[in-house]
């Protein structure tokens, strides 16, 4: 515990350093990040400050608006295994991250088994923009009173988590500036480092259901990547994944909005979010699973595993 102080000027020391390097167009990042360099270094310090805090590496908080909360988001990797196709190496990060059970309360899930991937988190709400999880909750949980009854606050309280997905733009395009809404990111990701979880920012989905939104995306893309780029923080680029020539509807539902899903929840496939097969790889909710695992297969490998036990 005497090597906090240290640990925790260095988190901030790397986080304010100044971007160097010139902005990357999005369309040519990465899907995964490839947590090498200063963005590497950057979450290896933030990961021991979270151990010293006492945060878990097996365990992720999802941080996002109604696409994130969605029951086609993760929560099934709790219950069943993927239809793996060519990623059954990914079920090493299934098994980290799923070994770590919470309270049976923290989730509502058909197997009754609650962990990272079937958290119901409070910092995952169906019309949320980035501002909402630094707002204050209505009505906290238990454990989150007082001055823990701020979203991001109390989700880290709750689950002490290693790192943190973090999706937000959706629903801010249509409210915000893009200045002001990477002002809000940039205070996610201060928060989350103080507090020792990596936060990985994730670029938004196409938006289909109008030609005004739909020009937003690439802007607010843009101010994710510059803000994952200043703070060095990784960027997980789910829009780049769903732009392939195979994919259905660019992976968005009929509503223009949401992803879709192999089966579409209907006969006779059903809801198939977690089909990693060339069929099922064509629907933005499995691609969704997939960059997930990805994600935090690398964070597993060369941060968790490698740089903090």
């Excluded at 000027?9 to 360099?37: N, Q, Y």
């Excluded at 893009?178 to 103080?194: E, N």
């Excluded at 803000?227 to 923080?233: G, M, Q, S």
């Excluded at 992803?259 to 790889?281: E, K, Q, V, W």
């Amino acid at each position: 515990m005497r090597l906090l102080p240290a640990l925790t000027a260095l988190v901030f020391s790397l986080s304010v350093l100044p971007a160097t390097a010139a902005a990357t167009p999005v369309a040519r990042l990465p899907v995964v990040p490839p947590l090498r360099g200063a963005v590497g270094d950057h979450a290896r310090a933030i990961a021991a400050h979270g151990l010293a805090l006492g945060n878990d590496d097996h365990v992720f908080a999802k941080v996002g608006d109604s696409i994130t909360e969605s029951g086609s988001f993760l929560q099934d990797l709790a219950c069943q295994p993927a239809d793996w196709g060519g990623w059954r190496g990914l079920r090493s990060a299934r098994h980290w991250f799923g070994e770590h059970t919470l309270p049976r309360s923290y989730a509502s899930v058909w197997c009754g088994r609650a962990n990272s991937f079937s958290r119901a988190s409070v910092t995952a709400v169906a019309g949320w923009d980035a501002s909402m999880a630094l707002g204050r909750l209505a009505g906290p949980p238990q454990g989150c009173d007082g001055a823990l009854a701020h979203p991001l606050d109390c989700e880290y309280h709750l689950l002490h988590p290693g790192a943190a997905l973090v999706m937000y733009g959706t629903n801010d395009l249509e409210r915000f500036s893009p200045r002001r809404f990477g002002r809000d990111l940039g205070r996610i990701v201060a928060r989350s480092s103080a507090a020792g979880v990596i936060p990985v920012l994730s670029t938004i989905p196409p938006r289909l259901d109008s030609r005004r939104y739909g020009r937003r995306v690439a802007v607010f893309n843009r101010a994710i990547a510059a803000v994952a780029r200043e703070k060095r923080v990784p960027l997980w680029n789910y829009w780049r994944s769903l732009q392939g020539s195979t994919m259905v509807n660019h992976g968005i539902s009929d509503d223009g909005i949401h992803p879709n899903i192999y089966g579409d929840c209907r006969p006779p496939l059903g809801c198939r979010s977690l089909d990693f097969t060339a069929a099922g790889l064509r629907f933005g909710y499995d691609q969704r699973n997939l960059g997930a695992l990805r994600v935090l297969d690398r964070l597993r490998q060369r941060i968790f595993r490698a740089g903090s036990r």
